[in-house]
T-cell receptor, first 116, second 114 residues
Framework: AQKVTQAQTEISVVEKEDVTLDCVYETRDTTYYLFWYKQPPSGELVFLIRRNSFDEQNEISGRYSWNFQKSTSSFNFTITASQVVDSAVYFCALSEAAGANSKLTFGKGITLSVRP | ETGVTQTPRHLVMGMTNKKSLKCEQHLGHNAMYWYKQSAKKPLELMFVYNFKEQTENNSVPSRFSPECPNSSHLFLHLHTLQPEDSALYLC?????????????FGPGTRLTVL
């Protein structure tokens, strides 16, 4: 069965600090997809990134970067020079490519607070 | 309207009431989902519809009854709920049920059962 672990529950940083959110996953499939979502106080989850299991290239998008390492089953998310608007709950999720029974499994989420 | 909308945003109901949550997506997607988000717990998938057909019921109690009249609308009918059903109910949609598709979420309905 697939599983996503976000060991950090709450992180508090001061604006402009860098912060890394950890995500460790478990799956028996060789083909799978990893996602990060952001949930601001308004409630809706906002899609940030998708990575498939065959693409281990790290990705950078502005102040956001993602480090995917299959050897450690991790898909960590780093925010550089954090801002108050980054305050939210961040979810890592895993979807196995199991066809009809595939579903998205979420971690418990990490609450990030960025203080001015 | 764009994206995924949900109404009402907040709902307070007694255990004997019957109410319905509504979700509408304006993205032309074919798959829709209901999730339950309780404090300190991961999002729990409740139901999945793909091309209006229910493809997954994740062992959800019968007091929750989904309805998908078309690919754009999804309802969750509630009756004789329990206080432990209080949670944020999120609706999502995706292009189809393929595992590679990102899901787009609505803002949720905050449900309180008294």
């Amino acid at each position: 069965a697939q599983k996503v672990t976000q060991a950090q529950t709450e992180i508090s940083v001061v604006e402009k600090e860098d912060v890394t959110l950890d995500c460790v996953y478990e799956t028996r499939d060789t083909t799978y997809y990893l996602f990060w979502y952001k949930q601001p106080p308004s409630g809706e989850l906002v899609f940030l990134i998708r990575r498939n299991s065959f693409d281990e290239q790290n990705e950078i998008s502005g102040r956001y970067s993602w480090n995917f390492q299959k050897s450690t089953s991790s898909f960590n998310f780093t925010i550089t020079a954090s801002q108050v608007v980054d305050s939210a709950v961040y979810f890592c999720a895993l979807s196995e490519a199991a066809g009809a029974n595939s579903k998205l499994t979420f971690g418990k989420g990490i609450t990030l607070s960025v203080r001015p | 309207e764009t994206g995924v909308t949900q109404t009402p945003r907040h709902l307070v109901m007694g255990m004997t009431n019957k109410k319905s949550l509504k979700c509408e997506q304006h993205l032309g997607h074919n798959a829709m989902y209901w999730y339950k988000q309780s404090a300190k717990k991961p999002l729990e998938l409740m139901f999945v519809y793909n091309f209006k057909e229910q493809t997954e019921n994740n062992s959800v109690p019968s007091r929750f009854s989904p309805e998908c009249p078309n690919s754009s609308h999804l309802f969750l009918h509630l009756h004789t709920l329990q206080p432990e059903d209080s949670a944020l109910y999120l609706c999502a949609s995706s292009q189809d049920k393929g595992s590679y598709n990102e899901q787009f979420f609505g803002p949720g309905t905050r449900l309180t059962v008294l």
